[in-house]
């Protein structure tokens, strides 16, 4: 591991110490060091900034949100000294857009790659020391390590005696994997299977997909931007900023104010195959209560598996696709290119592990509870230890020694995802309880780190040395997100990684804010201008109760 050329032994004095250097950490270095003037460093275990990106370069791999608006939305200059390829980016295009960021504001000359912090101790400042043995000693601590960032590799007995390789999509080889020639084996069937599988066929000799939960997708439509609507795109900064303000989910579309129960059924068939062959993520805005009825949900789930048959050969294969049990969008809902018609290939054979789990990895492929798959090359397409997973392995200890893994042995506990008690200083950018996975992530992230870079500017306006959230705070919060959650079909699926169902021990806690980017924006900004309500500053609490209950009654 490479030492990012800092003093070995001797403690580094900061103001802010921000860690990871993918869309958060580099808008949180901008604020704090260009606005604010404080000495910040950014310490960053890839080699390069990118985040998630850095590391998610699997075949196919690319962002389900559009361009346009999967981009910095703070500063016109950026947006017009920057000209998206296609629809949607794909994952080396986001990193060169973010080297763009970093070189455009000089962001580099603060950041240190190469450097993992292994653990973080509050002592009055934040002492935080890493991988390759630097200490760093900071008044404030952001971490900015992504909801994704953790690899789920599951343990599943044998894999040490594999004979051929495997990657998890998430950890995938710079160099690329070949798969010509090869019999692969890909485990899982979310947004990254969905992507990778097509990609995966048409290289190696075979295929064989392990499916556990069959999977909603609809076609991605992607396609290289024509110059017109490039030179749209350039003149319409204001607006896509605004539409992306205004939407719950922070994408630049709208959802359809209409409800399911307020058209035909002809009508609503119509609208539905409209939003079909536009593609994409605008599907879940056909209606707008897709998420709150079960009812509502069935028309758009009914519609989908249709359309599953409709592409689908051979039927018996359909079926297992087909079979899907959860309400559309209540997991991830994933969008693709061919992904179907991939099964319609003859090198691709599906495997149901639900029915037939698997039992063990054996030295030459998969065994299931149905019989043996030879394999070259294992792909754990398996998803992620999401939201909480990246914070723990930090190993942050807060006031009185108290660790965060024994804080959250429950579940996340958070004021606004921002901050945890016990924890002064530390502000968790898109931290569990707030918006994030469930929004496009830029526009969480922007107003996360300027919510941030604004209270730490008041805490020096104001001469203050430590901010946290008090313990009703958090209460009240944390019976906020759960409110949210309940009001909609979320939770209602067992098996989720929002809920923190995909990793065994686990607290089955739904982690994201489902309230809406709208609303928790103004939330986060009416307790800021309240005077950091339901926060304590060099423990002095701000008075009156933590929710703004007009906003919060106002409903899910
Ligand atoms: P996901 O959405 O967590 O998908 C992981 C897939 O792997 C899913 O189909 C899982 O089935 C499957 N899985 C996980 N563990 C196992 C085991 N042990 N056996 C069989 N199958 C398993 O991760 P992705 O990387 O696809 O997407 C994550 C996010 O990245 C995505 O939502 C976007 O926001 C970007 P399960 O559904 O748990 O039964």
Redesign the pocket.
């Known amino acids: 591991m490479a030492d990012g050329g800092g003093d070995i032994g001797k403690t580094q004095e900061l103001d802010a110490l921000i860690i990871g250097a993918g869309f958060g950490g580099l808008y949180q270095l901008h604020l704090l060091r260009d606005r604010l003037g404080l000495n910040v460093q950014v310490v960053e275990k890839a080699e390069g900034v990118g985040g ?1 990106w850095w590391w ?1 370069r699997y075949p196919g791999a690319r962002c ?1 949100s559009e361009s346009h608006g999967y981009a910095y939305l703070f500063s016109e200059a950026l947006h017009r000294g920057w000209q998206w390829s296609e629809r949607y980016p794909g994952h080396a295009e986001i990193r060169r857009y973010l080297n763009y960021v970093a070189d455009e504001l000089d962001l580099k000359r603060d950041i240190d790659f190469g450097v993992e912090v292994v653990s973080a101790d509050y002592q009055g400042r934040w002492i935080v020391r890493t991988a390759c043995g630097r200490t760093f000693s900071a008044r404030y601590l952001i971490t900015a390590v992504g909801c ?1 960032s953790t690899a ?1 590799i ?3 007995p044998g894999l040490e005696d594999f004979k051929g390789e495997w990657h998890h ?2 950890a995938w080889p710079h160099e690329g994997v070949d798969f010509t020639g090869k019999r692969v084996g890909q ?8 992507q990778a599988a097509p990609v995966i066929a048409a290289e190696a000799e075979h295929l064989t997909v ?4 069959p ?1 909603y997708s609809v076609p991605a439509r992607n396609a290289p931007l024509t110059d017109e609507a490039k030179a749209e795109i350039k003149e319409s900064f204001e607006d896509i900023r605004a539409l992306t303000h205004l939407t719950p989910n922070g994408h630049p579309f709208e959802i359809s104010p209409t409800r399911t129960d307020e058209v035909s059924d002809a009508e609503r068939l119509e609208e539905y195959e409209r939003r079909w062959d536009k593609g994409g993520l605008r599907f879940r805005g056909a209606f707008q209560n897709l998420l709150m009825s079960k009812e509502a949900n069935d028309t758009a789930a009914n519609f989908l598996k249709e359309k599953i048959r409709g592409v689908v050969k051979d039927s018996a294969t359909a079926d297992k696709l087909a079979n899907i049990d959860h309400p559309y969008g209540a ?2 809902p ?1 969008i693709d290119t061919t992904y179907f018609e991939t099964y319609n290939r003859d090198n691709v054979s599906l495997v149901d ?2 029915a037939h ?2 039992q063990r990895i054996a030295e030459t492929g998969i065994e299931t509870a149905e019989g043996s798959h030879d394999l070259d090359v294992i792909v ?5 230890d ?1 939201m909480t997973g990246p914070l723990l392995s930090l190993n942050l200890t807060g006031k009185n020694g108290v660790s965060l893994r024994n804080a959250w042995a429950a579940g996340p506990r958070t004021y606004l995802g921002l901050q945890i008690k016990d924890f002064p200083n530390l502000f968790t950018v898109t931290g569990p309880g707030s918006p994030s ?1 469930l929004c496009n992530m830029p526009v969480c992230i922007e107003q996360h780190v300027e919510w941030i870079a604004d209270c730490i500017e008041h805490l020096e306006a104001t001469g203050s040395g430590a901010i946290e959230p008090t313990e009703t705070a958090v209460e009240e919060w944390v019976a906020h997100v759960n409110d949210a959650a309940n009001a909609t079909l979320l939770p209602t699926v067992k ?3 929002y809920l923190g ?2 990793v065994p021990g686990k607290p089955r806690v739904f982690m994201p804010y489902a309230g809406g980017m709208v609303r928790y924006r103004n939330i986060a900004a009416d307790i800021a201008k309240d005077g950091y309500r339901g926060f304590e500053i060099d423990g002095e609490a701000a008075s009156g109760v933590a929710l703004p209950q007009d906003i919060v009654a106002a409903g899910v």
């Open positions: 998630t998610n389900d994704l789920n599951p343990d599943i999509t998430g485990i899982g069937t979310g947004s990254t299977g969905i392990f499916q556990r939960t999977n997991k991830r994933p592990v639900r789990p698997i754990f397409a398996t998803g992620f999401a996975v098996h989720s990684w169902a995909n």
